[in-house]
């Protein structure tokens, strides 16, 4: 089942979600799937569950697209369930994001190459891992997602005033978008 992708403006996008509990949530594999679901979708490498209106410390990546040039990551497809960054180290470094709530808008954003988490899998297996480039930029990327950050928060002044307009439009559902949304300041019919 797909969910339709929650826009720029809701403020479920804005707030720091919750971490789950195994029995309040017994139906936590059926949802990882639908995530992932929703996220190829949308053409996404990444989604995190506030995107789908569900404000949780949950999200998927699925990094394998970039396998051609990070062979590490040719069958990277992981859901991180109640994510703890412990450390983000190294230079920061600059990609062109992107995000499905977002859409139309890709902005350069600096991060650390490194980063450090302790998560919980579908399974409720415990990890501790250290991931780097590419997987680190999705991971932390969708990390700021579950505490309620967009990558738009770490842009200069200057360029978050010259997309200020397109965001507003973004959160009225003026956008070109191939995927199902949900609009927080759409007028009715839209
Ligand atoms: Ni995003």
Redesign the pocket.
């Known amino acids: 089942m797909k969910f339709p992708i929650i826009a720029y403006g809701d403020p479920v996008l804005r707030r720091k979600a919750t971490a789950i509990e195994p029995d309040e949530y017994p139906h936590i594999k059926e949802l990882v799937e639908n995530m992932f679901e929703t996220m190829y979708g949308a053409h996404?490498v990444?989604?995190?569950a506030p995107?789908v209106g569900l404000s949780m410390r949950l999200f998927v990546i699925d990094a394998s697209t970039f396998g051609d040039d990070d062979p590490s990551l040719k069958d990277f497809k992981k859901a991180f369930i109640n994510a703890n960054i412990l450390d983000e180290t190294g230079d920061e470094w600059a990609f062109n994001e992107?995000?499905?709530?977002?859409p139309e808008i890709r902005e350069d954003v600096y991060r650390k190459p490194v980063v450090t988490l302790s998560y919980y899998d579908e399974d409720w297996k415990h990890h501790e891992e250290t991931f780097k480039g590419m997987a680190a930029r999705v991971i932390q990327?969708?990390y700021?997602?579950i505490e309620g950050k967009?990558?738009t928060d770490k842009l200069s002044p200057l360029r978050k005033r010259m997309i200020e307009k397109k965001l507003n439009d973004i959160s009225k559902g003026i956008v070109d978008v191939d995927y199902k949304m949900k609009f927080p300041a759409a007028k009715k019919g839209r």
């Open positions: 996404g990444g989604l995190a995107q992107g995000c499905l709530s977002i990327h969708e700021d997602h967009l990558f």
